[in-house]
């Protein structure tokens, strides 16, 4: 009789202790937004079944008033956080939009129908890196020759890296240099990311190259293939015997058999046509005499 009125007696009092003294308890995993897009802060209850969620606050550290607040289905505060659809049993709320000012230390307060609980809980806003842009210098590149290869990446946060590498898969990062130049506009922060890899002597069959752009975790946010243009040049043509060079001697030779083909095609035009004066068209005058010579 006696231990039954105890049990009476704490079990009245528990819900009206503020301190966690309660068998259950509530957790928040720490969250990571991204700017833009949905957030989710997931919470559960632990060391309990049965209970129902009657209302839940949630104030920035350092405020008095909370930024947003739910009794029942009754929302007040900022309109962009919610708790999560369907959760009686579970507290995880949603932010949509994510804002670089949502980052830092709440208050999380949650109010049961087996009394209520006080959490702190942080929220930290990363953004993504936008498609990398690239370029070469010089523009175009003789084989064996030296060559700067440029990827930029924008608007992320924090600084992530940039990685290089060539068709074959081969690791050149340690050859580039990564420049990171951080801003915040209107309070969205970002840092540039800026690769240069540099080259002495770049073999041309080792393109196309890749850089990759990671995020501060090291996950993988953008890609860029950067081709490599090569300088039309016949002595190096000869001199070497890669398959890229091969492609271009290729071309060059269709090249000049079109070019003869219409130098063919001009002259037995002109031939069949009265005569025009040379002089309108100096160049192919010029060409068309050379040819005419030894026929005639
Ligand atoms: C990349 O960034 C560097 C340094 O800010 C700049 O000099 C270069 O022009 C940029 N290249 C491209 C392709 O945007
Ligand atoms: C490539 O090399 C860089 C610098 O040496 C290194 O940090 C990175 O982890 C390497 N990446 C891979 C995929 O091996």
């Keep these: 009789m006696y231990s ?5 007696v704490v079990s009245l009092f528990i819900p009206a202790v503020r301190s966690s003294k309660d068998l259950w308890k509530l ?5 990571v937004g991204i700017l833009a897009e949905t957030t989710v802060i997931r919470c559960y209850f632990k060391d309990i079944k049965d209970i129902e969620i009657v209302a839940v606050y949630l104030t920035k550290v350092g405020e008095d008033k909370p930024l947003f607040s739910q009794e029942e289905s009754k929302r007040s505060g900022d309109k962009r956080f919610k708790l999560l659809e369907n959760s009686t049993m579970r507290p995880s709320l949603q932010i949509s939009e ?7 230390e709440y208050h999380y307060h949650v109010t049961t129908d087996s009394g209520f609980k006080d959490i702190k809980l ?4 990363t953004a993504r890196y936008k498609n990398p842009v690239t370029s070469t210098w010089p523009e175009k590149v003789m084989d064996r020759g030296p060559v700067s290869l440029y990827c930029n990446a924008t608007d992320g946060y924090p600084a992530g890296t940039i990685n290089w590498f060539d068709r074959s898969g081969t690791n050149w990062t340690s050859n580039s240099v990564l420049t990171k130049d951080p801003k915040v506009i209107s309070g969205v922060k970002s840092v540039a990311l800026s690769s240069k890899l540099t080259l ?7 393109a196309p190259f890749k850089c990759i752009v990671f995020n501060s975790k090291y996950v993988q946010d953008g890609l860029k293939t950067l081709d490599i243009t090569p300088v039309l040049d016949e002595t190096n043509m000869v001199s070497s015997g890669s398959k890229t060079k091969s492609i271009v001697a290729g071309v060059i030779v269709i090249g000049s058999l079109t070019v003869g083909l219409l ?9 069949n046509h009265t005569h025009r004066r040379p002089s309108a068209n100096p160049i192919l005058s010029y060409e068309q005499g050379n040819d005419d010579d030894p026929e005639k």
């Design 200 to 206: 002495k002597s770049i073999a041309l069959d080792l």
């Design 98 to 104: 994510t804002m670089f000012s949502d980052e830092g």
């Design 263 to 271: 130098f063919a095609l001009l002259f037995f035009r002109k031939r």
């Design 4 to 8: 039954v009125k105890i049990m009476f």
């Design 122 to 125: 942080s929220i930290s806003v």
């Design 27 to 31: 957790e928040c995993l720490p969250t």
